[in-house]
């Protein structure tokens, strides 16, 4: 969570399903769905806690965000 974060996208590099939540603690095949190889989230005015998983819990994803300067 960041109160000067502007904007995030969130993508997925891993082999792997990914699962994203917002403000509360992420579940399989529940929030956002991350599909493998370049699955992507984008929230603008986002200033909230984002969380993740998958099944074997250590996937990569990649995290560009915009913030106020």
Same mark, same amino acid.
């Given at each position: 969570?960041? +109160?000067?974060?502007? *904007? +995030?996208? %969130?993508?997925?590099? !891993?082999?792997?399903? %990914?699962?994203?939540?917002?403000?509360?603690?992420? !579940?399989?095949?529940?929030?956002?769905?991350?599909?493998?190889?370049?699955?992507?989230? =984008?929230?603008?005015?986002? =200033?909230?806690? %984002?969380?993740?998983? &998958?099944? *074997?819990?250590?996937?990569?994803?990649? +995290? &560009?965000? =915009?913030? %106020? *300067?």
């Amino acid at each position: 969570a960041n +109160v000067l974060r502007l *904007s +995030v996208v %969130i993508v997925n590099d !891993s082999d792997e399903v %990914i699962y994203l939540a917002v403000e509360d603690s992420a !579940s399989m095949n529940r929030g956002v769905r991350l599909n493998p190889n370049g699955g992507s989230y =984008t929230e603008e005015h986002s =200033t909230e806690e %984002i969380y993740g998983i &998958c099944v *074997s819990g250590s996937k990569i994803v990649t +995290v &560009c965000a =915009t913030f %106020i *300067s």
